[in-house]
């Protein structure tokens, strides 16, 4: 069989004839011949290097929708049944700095509605074997379960070159120790930039929440988009956990995201910026940090920290709207409950 001479064939010869190949040649032989799949996760040349790996979603299996025996409208989807789309993009060296998509990829079904079923994913295992990381991943619209963040963490050995992390529309799946997977999964990256848009919990353990950030040494930037306002973990401990360390990040956008975040934080974190000069200028939208007292409201209002600006706007509604400045810092709030 074909497999059988490809065996005995030189890994030298193999991986030249593999190199005038095109690449789904390349992803179809390694599909059904193992020798083929190890030369090319072994040899770097033979590998695609895109810039940015983009891990989406479609609806699939369409479904005709009758009233009685007549067809009403266009085809809709069966809702809950998607594939997986991976998409490569490589940024151009020119002015315009355009974008331009190397390959896209179809890989396993899976079931949106329950994302902890969705286990089998074979063949985006093997696409990404073909794959060295870029410094941008993008998960867009799929279920985040153990399965997907353990093929993730083991799909290359130069995982510590993804620097930018983006988790739009994602659902995470009601799952024993999920937490744990992503944050082990984010520390094998080397991430200076975490984004996560809209995204919501099957279950009722919150992901978005101080130990999900923990010990993420070269974090950077957190920018967070919430479905529901509030529905997170996000507390004073994540503020202190920073500034014990001396790892605070220097942008946080946290807009229409309400937490429990405390002004003793805030006063702490003033302090540490105003004093420790960084190479960078700390940037921080907290958005709304609910249950404050007056008093340490009082307290931060009469921080005599040089240079230090506090503007307060009160709206109709009651919401007080802060304004911090300081050379080396920018931190922007709103309290409600005191």
């Not at 001479?5 to 193992?34: F, N």
């Not at 315009?96 to 390959?103: A, M, P, Q």
């Not at 992390?165 to 744990?180: I, T």
């Not at 990256?189 to 975490?194: Q, W």
Request: glycine share 4%.
């Amino acid at each position: 069989s074909l497999c059988q001479m490809l065996d005995v064939l030189p890994s030298e010869l193999l991986t030249s004839i593999l190199g005038h190949t095109t690449k789904q040649d390349k992803l179809s032989t390694s599909m059904v011949c193992r020798r083929v799949q190890s030369v090319i996760c072994s040899t770097r040349s033979l590998k695609k290097r895109p810039d940015e790996i983009v891990i989406s979603s479609r609806l699939v299996h369409p479904v005709t929708y009758q009233l009685g025996r007549l067809r009403m409208g266009k085809e809709k989807m069966e809702r809950g049944k998607r594939r997986l789309v991976v998409t490569l993009k490589r940024n151009q060296r020119d002015e315009k700095r355009r974008e331009t998509v190397i390959d896209t990829m179809e890989a396993d079904e899976i079931d949106d509605s329950l994302p902890s079923t969705s286990s089998n994913l074979s063949q985006l295992e093997d696409i990404l074997a073909q794959c060295i990381h870029g410094h941008t991943l993008l998960l867009s619209a799929v279920p985040i379960n153990i399965a997907l963040l353990d093929l993730l963490s083991s799909s290359s050995t130069e995982l510590n070159r993804v620097s930018i992390v983006n988790l739009e529309l994602c659902v995470f799946a009601d799952e024993e120790g999920l937490l744990e997977s992503l944050r082990s999964f984010l520390s094998k990256t080397s991430v200076r930039l975490l984004i996560l848009e809209f995204c919501r919990e099957e279950g009722e353990k919150k992901i978005i929440c101080d130990e999900l950030f923990d010990g993420l040494t070269h974090l950077q930037s957190i920018s967070l988009q919430e479905r529901l306002p509030g529905a997170n973990g996000i507390s004073k401990d994540l503020v202190e956990n920073w500034l014990s360390s001396a790892s605070a990040p220097y942008r946080i956008d946290f807009p229409n995201v309400e937490s429990s975040i405390s002004l003793e934080s805030v006063m702490r974190l003033i302090e540490f910026a105003a004093r420790t000069p960084r190479p960078f200028k700390t940037v921080w939208n907290l958005g709304t940090i609910r249950n404050t007292d007056k008093g340490a409201l009082a307290s931060l209002l009469l921080l005599a920290e040089p240079e230090l600006s506090i503007a307060i706007h009160i709206d109709m509604v009651g919401q007080r709207h802060i304004k911090i400045t300081h050379p080396f810092l920018d931190v922007v709030f709103t309290t409600i409950g005191c």
